[in-house]
């Protein structure tokens, strides 16, 4: 079996390349190190759609940051993931910080982002009176948006299954070998045949480019961490919250996210573990200090989780193009902010140049797009009551603290790409994301999960391979 | 005949309902689980019903003693309340679908839930093995399922000691508790025989810094902290452990209660109640550990009859005295006295902020001393109760409780 | 052999010291009852759950109808390992007659079924 295509990642941008791809007649296979999507950048990250000011104008940042945003907005009503563009705010407290705002909205202009304006302390403090009264300015831009990061790169990864993607999970990559025509790609213990590859590796995209000889670009992980708070919170601001950005990155924003909470960071400590995602007291303590700086009344008291991501920062731009070793291996390498954004143009871009390489891009008649998601609390009463009608799961609820029905969950569980872990049904369905963090729903959709699964309490594991919650049963004679 | 639908079928629940029927009420009962008795169902260890039934009963029989007088009562169970406002609630359940209940009185009963890792803030990585008590005691009791090896506790309140002896007797070991404070605030019967039953040592003062694994935890991080109650740099060592149960404290469950527009006390996280339990807005009436959370279930049977009872027979408005906490008191229920009401005598319930051994709690309407009465024994991790005649109460604005220590 | 316990019969929670059948630091003679005894043979409730089938619960809660001696609890438990219960069962039926030989029955703690 020889594929025309084998993506080597399944973050957002792998998700994307394979929802692409999924257009055409071709034979796809999108393999993942882990067990599901999303797992890695993708799924810890400040989940904004940018406007795209700042970008270095002529970048393939700025390029893919502009067309992203354009195609963000239909994209997400067509897959029924949750998009706002809300609009952002890039705070300056004094006369350099007001110098770079210029400096940002003069790029902007170039970038071709429309509707930026730059305002003064009064209009800045209009739009958000909860801001520190000595803010000096704004850079306004009103196409800044928020998105649902994980649920994007899944709904895309749905659709490309449901029209022939193949996925293989807990497939790491081990070993890539060059041949005439094409490559050898072995991952977890398969080895595939396939023309062209698709390098979306994200902070460990340099060693899959190492592995045909590539040497071109070296990934530093960057590891951020975030505080969510609940969402009491969520209404403090209106508009995505920036600081002026630094040789570090983008800085700590301050935003509610597309559930209603509050999001709070990141910051950017480069480190050299690949997979360390621990939100340590400095990081989280350097990030609460900072956002004070922005909104002073920020509750810090409502926090519900912390977490922390790695951004993999490569090149100061994207690396997006055919490696200098082989042209039918495309690198989509460094992928750091705005990856997410520029996630749909990025996987155009792949797709033209593996029809460069050789491939025939056809479009499919038969491609199915689209997808919709139900969700049961945002629907009107006389249709949750509809639906328990039809379907007795509906009318009852799992997770109390974002009303999630064991329909909803029976949902993920038979549609394309289903969960097998707790976290994997959180991931989808909003479970656990509450304000008791699956204190309560947790045991119920581990119940769900067993009984739907057919294996054992003690098999479900929360997340990643080994993370099982339960070790068997109590009474067992050799404990 | 008075329609009152009651929200949770836990001990309050339970007491509320049989109170409102004995006096004239239809009841309609609703609860979340498939089964009557809320988290007494996995509080499988026993200490309840001292004061009520002058016995030494588990949690489920409690429980049983409330389910097996339910008759003529309406009972819905797998049911979730979605909604209530101005006496309509509702609610879904797979059989009956969605539904909405108008009734005459609505009685809040809901219950608290765990604060959480995130509320606490501990660093590190996110494995599986950290718990909340509550969950960990549904995985074990309920579930029947082992949930870990080697385990440290964060918290040192009776449900992180009970579940200390829990762990324990179910074969596995238990490396530590923690607990913040330089006190515990778990009941010294717990001390002994959660703790030292099993030589399980107590780090006063101490806490949790660090979480450690990357899918499953493999060990934590404990510091002492300082006056400040911040870890002090330096004193950090390591404790390997699977499991990591965080008995961090108990939030009433109000989100019912905040999305009808219900006032709530800042102080308690729960409803604003007269001493009837009716809280501000007329009709809606509140018991138990939503209110206020309580350690002793005995207790909370008591303020769910109260509710059953007014609820049941409605209460015209009135004139009434505040009542809010003042200095060495956290907090107290009921925030509002009735001038006119059933009981000559009201009690109020509260916590002082800190450990006392001798003092005198004193009640007073601005400068007036109103009321002082002698106490020994004092801490934030029992609950006192101060009866004051409710006469006397009419005769302020506002009564505030202190607590003065002895010097 | 000099022991020291904390009494646990009232909130005082004394700091008592037990030697050679001697109690001193008792703050009342009920604490001195209650130190001699958990030197001499201390006792304890043991409460607990077993497998249950023929419901949907899994697990049966079931205590010790009196206490038995502190240093039984582990062996009962293991006793208790091997007793599954099939519903339907009411609260106070009789799980485990003579737990580790003690004379003390193991009992429902619920009804189920």
């Not at chain 1, 407290?93 to 909205?105: H, I, R």
């Not at chain 1, 305002?119 to 739009?127: I, V, Y």
């Not at chain 2, 009690?347 to 002082?372: I, N």
Request: proline share 5%; with cysteine; aromatic share 6%.
């Amino acid at each position: 079996m020889r594929y025309d295509c084998i993506i080597i990642g399944g973050g957002v941008i792998g998700c994307a390349t394979a929802y692409t791809l999924a257009h055409c007649q071709l034979r796809t296979l999108l393999v993942e190190a882990e067990n599901d999507v999303a797992m890695g950048t993708t799924r810890a990250n400040s989940a904004i759609v940018h406007a795209g000011y700042d970008a270095i104008p002529g970048s393939a940042m700025a390029r893919t940051n502009i067309r992203g945003n354009e195609l963000m907005e239909s994209l997400c009503r067509r897959l029924d993931v949750r998009f706002e563009r809300i609009g952002s705010l890039v705070l300056g407290f004094s006369e350099d910080d007001l110098s770079t705002l210029k400096k940002l909205y003069e790029r902007g202009i170039k970038n071709g982002v429309r509707g930026l304006a730059l305002l003064d302390r009064e209009q800045t403090l209009e739009k958000e009176p909860n801001l520190a009264a000595n803010v000096t300015g704004s850079l306004y831009a009103p196409t800044t948006g928020i998105v649902d990061p994980w649920g994007l790169a899944l709904a895309m990864a749905q659709v490309a299954a449901r029209n022939g993607v193949e996925f293989a999970f807990s497939s790491p990559v081990t070993a890539i070998t060059r041949k005439e025509n094409g490559f050898f790609v072995t991952a977890g213990g398969q080895t595939y045949d396939t023309r062209t590859v698709v390098n979306a590796a994200g902070v460990y995209s340099d060693i899959i480019h190492g592995m045909i000889g590539g040497d071109s670009f070296h990934i530093t992980p960057d590891r951020g961490a975030y505080y969510v708070l609940d969402k009491s919170q969520g209404k403090l601001v209106s508009h995505v919250i920036f600081q002026c950005p630094t040789e570090k990155g983008k800085g700590v924003l301050v935003s509610s996210t597309v559930h209603g909470n509050l999001i709070v960071g990141p910051d950017a400590v480069p480190q050299t573990d690949r997979a360390d995602v621990a939100a340590t007291a400095e990081s989280l303590d350097y990030i609460r200090r900072t956002a004070l700086l922005s909104v002073p009344g920020i509750n810090f008291r409502e926090n519900i989780r912390n977490f922390a991501g790695i951004r993999a920062r490569g090149t100061p731009d994207f690396i997006i193009g055919p490696s200098p070793v082989d042209p039918r291996f495309i690198n989509l390498a460094g992928i750091q902010s705005p990856g997410l954004t520029a996630a749909p143009a990025i996987a155009q871009e792949a797709a033209a140049w593996l029809r460069m390489a050789g491939l025939k891009l056809e479009e499919r008649d038969d491609f199915i797009d689209g997808r919709t998601h139900i969700e049961f609390r945002r629907q009107p009463r006389e249709v949750q009551a509809r639906m328990i009608r039809e379907n007795p799961a509906y009318g009852r609820v799992i997770c109390r603290c974002e009303t999630i029905t064991e329909g909803e969950i029976l949902d993920a569980l038979h549609a394309p790409l289903p969960p097998r872990t707790v976290d994997g049904v959180k991931r989808r369905c909003g479970t656990g994301m509450g304000r008791c963090q699956g204190g309560f729903c947790g045991p119920r959709v581990h119940e769900i999960l067993a009984r739907e699964l057919g294996v054992a309490m003690w098999e479900i594991e929360k997340d990643r391979p080994g993370s099982q919650i339960a070790l068997g049963e109590t009474k067992e004679a050799d404990v | 005949m008075r329609n009152v639908t009651i929200i949770g079928a836990g001990p309050a629940g339970l007491a509320a309902a049989i109170a409102a029927r004995d006096a004239g009420a239809h009841v309609l009962l609703l609860e979340r689980a498939k089964e009557l008795g809320g988290i007494l169902n996995q509080c499988i260890h026993n200490g309840f019903g001292l004061y009520r039934f002058r016995e030494e009963l588990t949690g489920p029989e409690y429980a049983g003693r409330f389910i097996d007088g339910l008759h003529d009562i309406d009972i819905r169970t797998d049911t979730m309340v979605l909604e209530i406002s101005s006496g309509s609630v509702t609610a879904v359940n797979p059989k009956d679908g969605l539904f909405t209940v108008t009734s005459d009185a609505v009685i809040l009963a809901m219950g608290c839930r765990e604060r959480t890792r995130g509320a606490i803030g501990v660093p590190g990585d996110r494995p599986a093995g950290v718990f909340t008590a509550g969950a960990a005691q549904r995985y074990m009791n309920i579930e029947g399922l082992r949930i870990g090896k080697r385990a440290v506790i964060l918290g040192s309140g009776d449900i992180g000691l009970i579940m200390a002896r829990r762990m324990t007797l179910e074969g596995a070991e238990v490396a530590a508790c923690v607990e913040l404070m330089p006190y515990s605030s778990g009941l010294n019967r717990n001390i002994v025989q959660c703790l030292h039953d099993f030589d399980i040592p107590l780090y006063l003062s101490h806490t949790v810094t660090r979480i450690i694994g990357r899918s499953r935890l493999e060990a934590v991080e404990v510091a002492e902290v300082g006056p400040d109650r911040k870890p002090v740099p330096g004193t950090e060592f390591r404790i390997d452990c699977d499991t990591l149960l965080l008995s961090v404290g108990l939030i009433p469950e109000n989100e019912l209660t905040r999305a009808a527009g219900i006032a709530i006390d800042p102080h308690t996280n729960g409803p604003v109640v007269y001493d009837d339990m009716e809280t501000t807005q007329k009709g809606v009436y509140a018991c138990g550990n939503v209110v206020q959370v309580h350690d002793l279930v005995d207790f909370v049977s008591d303020e769910g009859e109260r509710a059953g009872r007014a609820a049941a027979s409605g209460q015209p408005e009135g004139a009434y005295t505040e009542v809010q906490p003042g200095s060495g008191v956290g907090y107290v229920v009921p925030q509002r006295i009735r001038h006119e009401g059933a009981e000559d005598t009201v009690t109020l319930f509260f916590r002082v902020r800190k450990p006392c051994r001798k003092g005198s709690l004193v009640v007073y309407d601005g400068e007036r001393e109103v009321l002082r009465k002698k106490r020994l024994y004092m801490t934030p991790g029992e609950m006192e109760k101060l009866p004051i005649s409710r006469e006397l109460a009419s005769t302020a604005e506002t009564l505030t409780v202190t607590m003065e220590e002895d010097t | 052999m000099k022991q020291e316990l904390i009494c646990i019969v009232c909130p005082s929670g004394c700091r008592i010291t037990v030697e050679d059948g001697q109690v001193t630091d008792n703050g009342c003679k009920r604490g001195e009852v209650y130190a001699l005894k958990e030197v001499t043979n201390p006792t304890r409730v043991l409460t607990t759950t077993v497998r249950l089938t023929g419901a949907e619960p899994v697990r049966l809660p079931v205590k010790t109808e009196r206490d038995i001696p502190k240093g039984l609890l582990f062996s009962a438990m293991r006793q208790l390992d091997a007793v599954t219960v099939a519903a339907p069962v009411r609260r106070g039926d009789v799980v485990l007659r003579d737990v580790c030989g003690t004379g003390v029955s193991v009992i429902a703690c619920r009804d189920v079924g």
